[in-house]
């Protein structure tokens, strides 16, 4: 999956909607939490590792951490 592309995201079975516009889509990357930035975000007992969607409608962020998420690009969800 190219990082590239944009992606929905579904944790629990559910569709992660943007708290703010109710969009759907995100750009996303994947992040290691470095001890500074995991004290920063104070999440530093859960994975290091975590995933960041930017939501692409209007761009507020959401952290994730690496694991609980599926992100499937327009492309996945056209072949389901
Ligand atoms: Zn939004």
């Known amino acids: 999956m190219a990082a590239k592309e944009q992606v929905t995201a579904t944790a629990a079975g559910k569709y ?36 960041v969607l930017s939501c692409s409608g209007c761009g507020k962020i959401q952290l994730f951490e690496s694991g ?8 996945e969800q056209q072949q389901r």
């Open 16 to 51: 992660v909607m943007c708290g703010h516009c109710g969009g759907g889509w995100y750009w996303w990357r994947k992040i290691v939490l470095s001890s500074g930035s995991a004290s920063f975000f104070d999440v530093e007992v859960f994975s290091p590792e975590a995933i």
């Open 68 to 75: 609980t998420l599926e992100l499937r690009t327009q492309q």
